[in-house]
């Protein structure tokens, strides 16, 4: 098993930032994939970001350019740097982890609890 815990949401201004981490823990060598998922109110969850243990990232086209996935392989840990924020980035943000392929995302495996980002206006 592998368990995923977020932290670094909170409450921030229009253009501001925010930088969250998720970090890895249990049978940390099955996962290849990192990533984030966000929520927003009344909405279905949607892909923001991966990274695979590979270096390959990828970005929904909504954050490119003001959202960066990184990973610290020493720390088992994944950050989401977030600029140039918008009250349409509400949201509750997700890590995943997916254990299927180190080239590409193919989809998660396992769940973060999720930490709340909101964006005011």
């Known amino acids: 098993q592998v368990q995923l815990v977020e932290s670094g949401g909170g409450l921030v201004q229009a253009g501001g930032s925010l930088r969250l981490s998720c970090a890895a823990s249990g049978s940390i060598s099955r996962i290849n994939a990192m990533g984030w998922y966000r929520q927003a109110p009344g909405k279905a969850r949607e892909l923001v970001a991966t990274?695979?243990?590979?270096?390959?990232?990828n970005y929904a086209d909504f954050v490119k350019g003001r959202f960066t996935i990184s990973r610290d392989g020493s720390k088992n840990t994944v950050y989401l740097q977030m600029n140039s924020l918008k009250p349409e980035d509400t949201g509750v943000y997700y890590c995943?982890?997916?254990?299927?392929?180190?080239?590409?995302?193919?989809?998660?495996?396992?769940w973060g609890l999720g930490t709340q980002v909101t964006v005011s206006s």
């Open positions: 990274i695979t243990t590979g270096g390959n990232t």
């Open positions: 995943a982890a997916g254990t299927r392929s180190s080239s590409y995302w193919s989809g998660t495996d396992y």
